[in-house]
């Protein structure tokens, strides 16, 4: 825009070159001129300086966070696990290949410089149902063995985290910026329990509990659903109105347990939902002939009697079978089962058996399973089965701990439901598992973490073990060949009684209960 | 005028802060990436690890070739089908797609991204399986893959000592091998059932010769004339080599049958025996692919010692010998929506990284393959590995297996019962070597004629 300044120097620009020969009057003039240009290209600078001081102040303010990362030196982060040089970590797991495949390979993937040695774990018939052989022969093993990482039962962690065997793992966890939020929370606060309110292991995975329903046949049949934790009083009543009815020529069970279940096998896992116990605390007494067994026994019996709880024979087969004929005798699966009682693991059957056996998919319904009256909701049956800690006395503590990181994460729990093993959840949902409000039930599961630290401690407790062998196995000897004829549940009730006893004297000869409970 | 300086300072300052956001951490808007490749099996053992650990935040998408449980051959225009419907980014091909895709000229040059890229990813691949992949002619590559198979020749050690022989070496050729097995047959203190060379699934001794005329670098016929070639020096000589081992005994006359069902080979339970001989101790001397490497070094360790070294050398060139395979070929589509994506990905696969990540996962992985890394041996810490990163393979991606054809349809398969049947003359007293040498040309002459002229005849009932 040219203003009355403009002309001026036009005028100025028609003197001759060179000439040297301005006026005073116009050097004067120039001079004020030069003088008025510059006090305004300073206010002009002063003020473009102050507005992009402002921006800079404002954005300083606004990415703050990016700047603080550019602004701190970096700390040449030197990596724990080397690139270039082998990084050796010793495992202490149950299965070798197992945690090779589980675990091992998308660690190297990451980490190509890590390789894997194995500790033997103790007991010479370790398996996933057997992985307690003693808390002694376990903490033995441990302390002679090499490994960086082990794989503890959850019975033995109160025990190995006091006695100051394992590494705690809070403030590792504070110092990486690792938070414990997307853990299944039973899992994470058993897990703190067991470690005295301190984190020592991480357990990566779980099953929980449910009360699986068919609601079409609850429809069709004008029979309330069921709703999440029911006593099992309630469930038996919801279950008892199925009685008589039939679909197909066949009839349909209120209540079913699978394929091949047996009274005994549903009264134990009934019992354990209940909290129920065959010996005390103190395994003094047997707990198995009380009225509340007696009540559990007696219901399953009648609802057999009567047909509303699934009662077909069990039956046997020679050489292999295929999963597709097992599934043909699991009344649920075939749509003739108002509800199953199952754990988590059942979502894995139910999608493999499909549809085709009589049992939609949007059919079925899951709920937080019945329990004892006291407790609506909670699943006493709640299982953590181990967990991954590192020994204090580990050699490559740091490595064990990236690699313990990596099997916390998101990214391996996406990986975990690919390769199922167990037929357990993993602890940090899967994404899928997160979309997919099935098993989100299990994710929300509620259960009294030291109640399910005190059952899985008796449970490994091998005097107990004796207890539950010998009743259950007596149970199953007198059950098996009842057919029609009416359980007489008192007399089988003294039987297990006197067997339940038999096991605690003869642990108690053997000086094992002396300890008091203790495994 | 007023308001431009700020508002430069402002855009300046948005610029400069962004850009260095960007450098602080990943780019934020997720990428996209179109995969496919074999069966969903394959991928999840084979690739998907490496993908999520590679570029964990990526969406990738994965579009199977084939379903789990069903194998169906692609042709020209399935393919095509199958390209257009799914829109791949990056392939991961077996041999046979990425030659329908090569050939419709469907893939990128990757000679030319490499340079583009400024890429150095070949430097560090083993030259034998580029070799491989630039095909008869040594062309560009359009496909490139992290992991190969190739052969070399085993030997048992405790054969060799107790007959007090010389082990087998590097860069012998097949007469020399054959000369060793035969020391060892013909050598009394052999025990009964031991033999002195196996080669597993051979069905009879024109195998064994066009095993060998692979190595040697001889074909039957002429591509471009269409004529027979067997009428020279080095068949005669081949020829009466392979015919007088299997008159002295050097070879057994029975192989393993096979049972032709819908144009599938079935192998009977002798069969996949017989192809265990050198674990079971059997053989003096095996010429045999990696897995047997990975078989004999897996849990189950044979009862024997035992050593490896380069399979047998073409006379001619000693740098030339054994065949590789890629039963998985990178790719991408000249069609790819996310080619920069692609190449990341392909890189990746490519890279030291995956090499010295494959050395340590051993047969873990579900896949019992060796890195074409070069360095792979060294990562192994495993002087053993070492025979099947030395030679130039005999074959290439367009004809990769050495018993490819050679003449039109029926032909190779009467060119073979022909040469079977005079060897087998021979071996019985029949005929002399010579006159079941000099027998074959003309015969085969006359087979030839007939399926050109079989061919013809085709041809003309085809034309419309």
Redesign the interface.
Known sequence: MRDHRDRWEDRLSDLPLGSGGFGTATMKKVKERIKMLERRAKRRRRAAAASVAALLIAGAVVFRSELAGLLTPEEAAKPVISETEPTTINVMYWDNSGFMSAFGQPFVIRHPSVRFEYADYPGKTANLFNLTPGIEPFKEQLLKSHADLVQVPLAYLPELSSAGLLKPLDTWMKRDGLKDGNWQPTVRATVREAGGGQLYGYAPEFSGYALFYNRKLFQENGVPEPTDGMSWDEAMDLAARFQGIEKGGKPVNGLSFGYNSTIWFEASIIGKSQGLRLADAKLGQATVDTPAWTDLWTKLAAGRRAGWINNDPVFKWEGNISMKELYAHDPFLNGRSAMTYASSAYLDTLSDAGSGLGLAQEDWGILAPPGDKASRGMDAAFEIPFVFAIPAQAAHADAAWELLKYIMSPSQANRYVRFPHGDALPTVAADAAASDTRSALFYRADADPSQVLDRTKRDANPVYGSVSSAVWTEASNRTQNAGGDELDVSELLQALQAKAEQALQAASAAGQAAAGGQP | MKRL??LL??SL??AL?SG??KS??TATEPKTLTVACCQPYTY?MQF???I??GF?DWDVKFVPLQADNDYKAYDEKTIAEFMDREKPDLLILNSSDFGLLRKADRLQNLDELIAREKSKLTDTVTPGVLDFLRGEDGGPLYGIGPAFHANAMYFNKDIFDRLGTPYPTDGMNWEQTIELADRIMQDKRREKDEIGLHIPWLRGPFDLLQRIAGTEGLKYTNADTGAVTFDTPGWERLFKQVASAYKRGTFVASWPEGREEDGTTYYDQAAMESADLFKKGKAAIAVDDDFLLANLKSAQKPKFGWGVVEPPARSSDPGVGGEIRLYEVFAIPTSAAHAEEAWQVLSYFMSE??G??K???GS??GAMDLSVQRDYPEWKQDPDYEPFYALRPTNSIDKFYYGAEQGPAGFDEAFAELVNGHIRSAVEDKETLDEAYAAIQPEAEALMKKALSDQKADGADESK
Request: glycine share 4%; hydrophobic share 55%.
């Open positions: 300086a700020p300072a402002l300052l948005l802060v260095c956001t602080a951490h999840d998907r690890d490496f999520e650990a964990p990284h995956v010295k990540a050395a340590g996962l873990a992985i």
